[in-house]
Nanobody
Framework: QVRVEESGGGLVQAGGSLRLSCAAS????????MNWYRQAPGKQRELVAG???????NYTDSVKGRFTISRDNAKNTVYLQMNSLKPEDTAVYYC??????????????WGQGTQVTVSS
């Protein structure tokens, strides 16, 4: 049974920083892509950042230069370092992992979401 657990959300003032973590466990053979999405009230879920198994990272334009995604393969964990936060970064942030179990095809898993609130 795969478990995906996020942590690190919270309330911060504009200009502040937060670090999100997402750890996966349970019968995992390898993790191909590790992504962070976010969904603000009344808006569609959007891809914020992603990192491949080869450590190639991509970011949505609004967070470039402020957010950094990284991964620790030994711990099956992905991080999102968020600096210079803005009120428009307020959203529920979701971890998404594309992984391969010991048996079976690649499958996508989602975390439960963690709230990030940036006050002005």
């Amino acid at each position: 049974q795969v478990r995906v657990e996020e942590s690190g959300g919270g309330l911060v003032q504009a200009g502040g920083s937060l670090r999100l973590s997402c750890a996966a466990s349970g019968g995992i053979f390898s993790i191909k892509h590790m992504n962070w999405y976010r969904q603000a009230p009344g808006k569609q879920r959007e891809l914020v950042a992603g990192i491949s198994s080869g450590l190639s990272a991509n970011y949505t334009d609004s967070v470039k230069g402020r957010f950094t995604i990284s991964r620790d393969n030994a711990k099956n964990t992905v991080y999102l370092q968020m600096n210079s936060l803005k009120p428009e970064d307020t959203a529920v942030y979701y971890c998404n992992l594309v992984l391969r179990l010991l048996i079976g095809p690649k499958t996508s898993y989602w975390g439960q979401g963690t709230q990030v609130t940036v006050s002005s």
